[in-house]
């Protein structure tokens, strides 16, 4: 290993705002506005405000599989954030969510709106609110509750730890990229062995703790994430990879992807979802416009 390096902390913690690598420009140590921003509002009974991350693609997939399942007053607009332009930071968008943080929901479907902040919050408040995609059996929905807070306790690691180190940190230290690397193939490790005893992470049936899991560790199997499929050897997994491919070929998975998407193929993004024709209707030229 490495030398580590001769870095002593200081008694008091200032902020350095040349330190943070690839996301210095947004990164700070206070909450609260930068600046007065409303948020726009549509014609649906959900405002959705996020980007096309991991933690986006949980709640456009749930929307998604809302609306295939017959549930139409879960129509909803999902509105960009820049958060590369500090986006989060506007007035409007921290009153939905004070912690600046993508997604962000506004649901108008009652005589009060409600804010919803936190993507396990919105799969639950969702899942409740329809009546789908949560068991209604104690122990099934106990189940399904673990496994999704699983994934809000676990996910960080993977990305503020592997994925930071690994591929935004300004340095490469190994000590990090070693310790979060261990932490993700452990975590891959628990997913691969539940998966080979339960076709889906609640049981038989498909639910909130798979649509809030997929887009990360999915992801992560599929080589989507980091450029680090070959480094974590995620092939190796073959109970993820299953998993993983039978809900990336669902067709509201499909779609809830590439809503509030700003990477890769430009026909592989939707910037904006404010009607089901928006997916019909994307080319490239109207990916641009929409830019």
């Not at 992807?257 to 109207?286: C, W, Y």
Request: charged share 25%; hydrophobic share 40%.
């Amino acid at each position: 290993m490495s030398s580590p390096t001769d870095y002593v902390p200081p008694k008091v913690w200032t902020w350095n705002k040349a330190n943070g690598g690839r996301f210095a420009n947004i990164n700070r140590p206070v909450a609260g506005p930068t600046h007065d921003k409303e948020l726009p509002v549509g014609r649906h009974p959900f405002q959705l405000y996020s980007l096309g991350t991991p933690n986006g693609q949980k709640v456009t997939i749930m929307f998604e599989e809302l609306l295939a399942a017959g549930h139409a007053g879960a129509e909803y607009d999902a509105w960009l954030i820049r958060i590369g332009e500090g986006d989060q930071f506007g007035s409007g968008f921290v009153s939905v969510n004070p912690n600046s943080k993508i997604p962000a929901l506004l649901d108008r479907s009652g005589p009060t709106p409600i804010r919803v902040f936190e993507s396990g919050a919105m799969l639950l408040h969702l899942a409740e609110k329809f009546g789908a995609f949560v068991p209604k059996d104690a122990a099934t929905r106990a189940e399904c509750l673990s496994w999704l807070f699983w994934q809000m306790g676990s996910a960080p690691y993977l990305g503020g730890g592997f994925g930071h180190f690994y591929a935004y940190a300004p340095s490469k230290i190994e000590y990090a990229i070693d310790r979060f690397a261990m932490e993700t193939k452990r975590q891959l490790d628990v997913l691969d062995r539940r998966l080979a005893e339960s076709k889906y992470l609640a049981g038989a049936d498909y639910t909130i703790a798979d649509i809030a899991v997929w887009p990360w560790y999915g992801g992560l199997a599929k080589g989507l994430l980091y450029g680090a499929g070959e480094f974590l050897s995620v092939q190796d997994y073959k109970n993820v990879q299953r998993w993983a491919d039978e809900i990336g070929a669902r067709p509201a998975v499909k779609r809830g992807r590439i809503v509030n998407r700003m990477q890769g193929d430009p026909k592989s993004q939707l910037r904006e979802r404010h009607d089901a024709s928006d997916f019909e209707l994307r080319t490239e030229d109207k990916v641009a416009a929409k830019g």
